[in-house]
Protein backbone atom coordinates (compact mmCIF):
# COMPACT_ATOMS: atom_id res chain seq x y z
CA UNK A 1 0.00 0.00 0.00
CA UNK A 2 1.68 3.31 -1.02
CA UNK A 3 -1.10 5.79 0.86
CA UNK A 4 -3.19 5.75 3.47
CA UNK A 5 -7.11 5.41 3.60
CA UNK A 6 -7.05 9.21 4.34
CA UNK A 7 -4.67 10.22 2.08
CA UNK A 8 -5.81 8.04 -1.09
CA UNK A 9 -9.31 9.56 -0.71
CA UNK A 10 -7.55 12.78 -0.58
CA UNK A 11 -5.75 12.04 -4.08
CA UNK A 12 -8.59 10.74 -5.76
CA UNK A 13 -11.25 13.90 -4.45
CA UNK A 14 -8.82 15.94 -5.97
CA UNK A 15 -8.80 14.41 -9.01
CA UNK A 16 -12.12 13.61 -9.83
CA UNK A 17 -13.07 17.20 -8.60
CA UNK A 18 -10.75 18.62 -10.94
CA UNK A 19 -12.62 16.37 -14.03
CA UNK A 20 -10.14 13.95 -14.30
CA UNK A 21 -10.64 10.29 -15.04
CA UNK A 22 -8.63 8.20 -12.41
CA UNK A 23 -6.82 4.70 -13.14
CA UNK A 24 -6.06 3.35 -9.76
CA UNK A 25 -3.14 -0.39 -9.57
CA UNK A 26 -4.86 -2.46 -7.65
CA UNK A 27 -3.87 -5.93 -6.85
CA UNK A 28 -5.45 -8.02 -3.78
CA UNK A 29 -8.75 -7.60 -1.73
CA UNK A 30 -7.05 -5.28 0.38
CA UNK A 31 -6.31 -2.32 -2.04
CA UNK A 32 -9.45 -2.64 -4.05
CA UNK A 33 -11.54 -1.99 -0.98
CA UNK A 34 -9.38 0.79 -0.43
CA UNK A 35 -9.87 2.26 -3.82
CA UNK A 36 -13.08 1.91 -4.23
CA UNK A 37 -13.77 3.58 -0.57
CA UNK A 38 -12.25 6.53 -1.96
CA UNK A 39 -14.14 6.82 -5.57
CA UNK A 40 -17.45 5.91 -3.61
CA UNK A 41 -16.45 8.92 -0.65
CA UNK A 42 -15.37 11.18 -3.99
CA UNK A 43 -18.47 10.77 -5.57
CA UNK A 44 -20.46 11.56 -1.92
CA UNK A 45 -18.46 14.56 -1.92
CA UNK A 46 -18.88 16.02 -5.59
CA UNK A 47 -21.38 14.23 -7.94
CA UNK A 48 -20.65 14.09 -11.29
CA UNK A 49 -21.53 12.05 -14.11
CA UNK A 50 -19.53 9.74 -16.54
CA UNK A 51 -16.16 9.66 -14.62
CA UNK A 52 -15.45 6.21 -16.03
CA UNK A 53 -12.77 6.01 -13.27
CA UNK A 54 -11.52 2.58 -13.85
CA UNK A 55 -9.08 -0.32 -11.57
CA UNK A 56 -5.80 -1.30 -13.52
CA UNK A 57 -5.49 -5.00 -13.56
CA UNK A 58 -8.32 -5.28 -10.53
CA UNK A 59 -7.12 -8.44 -9.60
CA UNK A 60 -8.18 -10.64 -6.21
CA UNK A 61 -11.77 -9.73 -5.80
CA UNK A 62 -14.92 -11.05 -3.60
CA UNK A 63 -18.73 -11.00 -4.22
CA UNK A 64 -19.38 -7.96 -2.36
CA UNK A 65 -16.02 -6.08 -3.92
CA UNK A 66 -17.90 -7.04 -7.51
CA UNK A 67 -21.41 -5.77 -6.14
CA UNK A 68 -19.55 -2.20 -4.95
CA UNK A 69 -18.00 -1.99 -8.06
CA UNK A 70 -20.83 -2.04 -10.20
CA UNK A 71 -22.93 0.02 -8.11
CA UNK A 72 -20.37 2.84 -8.09
CA UNK A 73 -19.64 2.19 -12.29
CA UNK A 74 -16.04 1.28 -11.90
CA UNK A 75 -14.12 0.08 -15.00
CA UNK A 76 -12.27 -3.08 -14.74
CA UNK A 77 -8.70 -2.70 -16.49
CA UNK A 78 -7.52 -6.50 -16.84
CA UNK A 79 -5.02 -8.09 -18.59
CA UNK A 80 -6.37 -11.51 -19.63
CA UNK A 81 -2.55 -13.06 -20.05
CA UNK A 82 -1.72 -12.74 -16.27
CA UNK A 83 -3.98 -16.12 -16.19
CA UNK A 84 -0.93 -17.95 -18.22
CA UNK A 85 1.91 -16.77 -16.55
CA UNK A 86 0.55 -16.68 -13.28
CA UNK A 87 0.79 -20.20 -12.12
CA UNK A 88 2.17 -19.49 -8.75
CA UNK A 89 -1.39 -17.94 -7.54
CA UNK A 90 -3.33 -20.81 -5.61
CA UNK A 91 0.28 -21.38 -3.54
CA UNK A 92 0.53 -17.40 -2.87
CA UNK A 93 -3.23 -16.25 -2.21
CA UNK A 94 -5.12 -19.98 -0.78
CA UNK A 95 -7.78 -21.64 -3.15
CA UNK A 96 -10.39 -19.97 -1.53
CA UNK A 97 -8.84 -16.58 -2.91
CA UNK A 98 -7.78 -17.86 -5.97
CA UNK A 99 -11.31 -18.30 -7.57
CA UNK A 100 -11.05 -14.50 -7.51
CA UNK A 101 -7.98 -13.40 -8.85
CA UNK A 102 -9.03 -12.49 -12.61
CA UNK A 103 -13.06 -13.54 -12.10
CA UNK A 104 -13.23 -11.92 -15.24
CA UNK A 105 -17.16 -13.48 -15.73
CA UNK A 106 -18.30 -12.55 -12.48
CA UNK A 107 -17.64 -9.07 -13.85
CA UNK A 108 -19.21 -9.00 -16.78
CA UNK A 109 -22.35 -10.74 -15.04
CA UNK A 110 -22.69 -7.72 -12.31
CA UNK A 111 -22.92 -5.31 -15.73
CA UNK A 112 -19.46 -3.85 -15.47
CA UNK A 113 -17.46 -2.57 -18.19
CA UNK A 114 -14.45 -4.57 -18.63
CA UNK A 115 -11.92 -3.29 -21.00
CA UNK A 116 -8.54 -5.77 -21.37
CA UNK A 117 -4.86 -4.25 -22.45
CA UNK A 118 -1.70 -6.90 -22.28
CA UNK A 119 0.49 -5.07 -19.66
CA UNK A 120 3.93 -5.21 -21.96
CA UNK A 121 6.54 -5.49 -21.47
CA UNK A 122 5.45 -7.61 -18.63
CA UNK A 123 3.39 -9.71 -20.58
CA UNK A 124 3.49 -10.40 -24.76
CA UNK A 125 1.90 -7.28 -26.43
CA UNK A 126 0.09 -9.63 -29.06
CA UNK A 127 -4.07 -9.14 -28.29
CA UNK A 128 -4.96 -12.75 -29.64
CA UNK A 129 -2.78 -14.26 -27.03
CA UNK A 130 -4.95 -12.51 -24.81
CA UNK A 131 -8.05 -13.53 -25.89
CA UNK A 132 -6.94 -17.17 -25.93
CA UNK A 133 -6.16 -16.95 -22.32
CA UNK A 134 -9.63 -15.60 -21.42
CA UNK A 135 -11.64 -17.71 -23.66
CA UNK A 136 -9.29 -20.94 -23.16
CA UNK A 137 -8.21 -20.67 -18.81
CA UNK A 138 -8.46 -23.62 -17.32
CA UNK A 139 -8.23 -22.97 -13.56
CA UNK A 140 -12.00 -24.78 -13.03
CA UNK A 141 -13.33 -21.63 -12.00
CA UNK A 142 -16.22 -21.05 -14.68
CA UNK A 143 -14.90 -17.47 -15.23
CA UNK A 144 -13.57 -17.93 -18.90
CA UNK A 145 -15.11 -15.50 -21.74
CA UNK A 146 -16.76 -16.42 -24.84
CA UNK A 147 -14.38 -15.01 -27.85
CA UNK A 148 -17.01 -12.60 -28.64
CA UNK A 149 -16.64 -11.28 -25.40
CA UNK A 150 -12.93 -11.41 -25.29
CA UNK A 151 -13.47 -9.35 -28.75
CA UNK A 152 -15.02 -6.88 -27.01
CA UNK A 153 -13.11 -6.25 -23.94
CA UNK A 154 -10.13 -5.57 -26.46
CA UNK A 155 -12.24 -3.74 -28.81
CA UNK A 156 -14.91 -0.96 -28.24
CA UNK A 157 -14.88 -1.56 -24.21
CA UNK A 158 -11.42 -0.55 -24.45
CA UNK A 159 -12.20 2.47 -26.48
CA UNK A 160 -15.05 3.00 -24.11
CA UNK A 161 -12.73 2.96 -20.53
CA UNK A 162 -10.75 6.07 -22.68
CA UNK A 163 -13.81 8.06 -23.85
CA UNK A 164 -12.96 7.08 -27.40
CA UNK A 165 -15.93 4.83 -28.35
CA UNK A 166 -17.46 7.17 -31.01
CA UNK A 167 -14.12 6.84 -33.02
CA UNK A 168 -12.46 3.43 -32.17
CA UNK A 169 -13.72 0.17 -31.17
CA UNK A 170 -16.14 -0.93 -33.65
CA UNK A 171 -15.88 -0.97 -38.08
CA UNK A 172 -19.20 1.85 -38.38
CA UNK A 173 -19.56 4.43 -40.57
CA UNK A 174 -18.34 7.79 -39.31
CA UNK A 175 -15.92 6.18 -36.94
CA UNK A 176 -11.77 6.17 -37.81
CA UNK A 177 -10.44 3.68 -40.57
CA UNK A 178 -8.20 1.63 -38.23
CA UNK A 179 -9.19 -1.90 -38.34
CA UNK A 180 -7.43 -5.67 -38.71
CA UNK A 181 -7.58 -8.88 -41.02
CA UNK A 182 -6.95 -11.97 -39.49
CA UNK A 183 -6.66 -15.30 -41.05
CA UNK A 184 -9.50 -16.93 -39.00
CA UNK A 185 -12.70 -16.07 -37.40
CA UNK A 186 -11.54 -16.03 -33.30
CA UNK A 187 -15.52 -16.93 -32.50
CA UNK A 188 -15.60 -19.14 -35.57
CA UNK A 189 -12.95 -21.61 -34.66
CA UNK A 190 -12.26 -24.21 -31.57
CA UNK A 191 -10.53 -22.43 -28.93
CA UNK A 192 -7.49 -23.53 -28.59
CA UNK A 193 -6.27 -22.30 -32.13
CA UNK A 194 -6.94 -18.39 -31.49
CA UNK A 195 -3.25 -18.11 -30.33
CA UNK A 196 -2.27 -19.40 -33.50
CA UNK A 197 -4.53 -17.22 -35.69
CA UNK A 198 -2.36 -14.93 -38.40
CA UNK A 199 -2.61 -11.00 -38.81
CA UNK A 200 -3.07 -10.82 -42.43
CA UNK A 201 -3.41 -6.76 -42.74
CA UNK A 202 -3.47 -4.06 -40.64
CA UNK A 203 -5.06 -0.60 -41.90
CA UNK A 204 -4.67 2.79 -39.73
CA UNK A 205 -6.73 5.51 -41.19
CA UNK A 206 -7.88 3.89 -44.34
CA UNK A 207 -4.16 2.94 -45.41
CA UNK A 208 -2.52 -0.35 -45.36
CA UNK A 209 0.31 -0.04 -42.63
CA UNK A 210 1.07 -4.17 -42.84
CA UNK A 211 0.54 -6.89 -45.18
CA UNK A 212 1.68 -10.60 -44.65
Known amino acids: MLYTQRELNKIVHDAHRAGLQIAVHAIGDRAL ?8 RAFEKSARNDSRHRIEHC ?6 LIKTMSSLGIIASVQPHFVVSDFWVAKRVGKERARWVYPFKSL ?3 GIMVAAGSDCPVEPID ?9 TRTDSYDEN ?3 EEALM ?9 SFQEDRKGSI ?6 DFTILSEDPCGISPEKIKDIAVEMVI ?9
Not at 59 to 64: D, G, I, P, Q, W
Not at 204 to 212: C, E, F, H, N, S
Request: proline content about 2%.
Open 59 to 64: SVLNSA
Open 108 to 110: IRE
Open 204 to 212: IDGKIVYKR
Open 33 to 40: GAALKAFR
Open 153 to 161: MYTLNAAYA
Open 127 to 135: PLLGIWAAV
Open 145 to 147: VTA
Open 172 to 177: EAGKLA
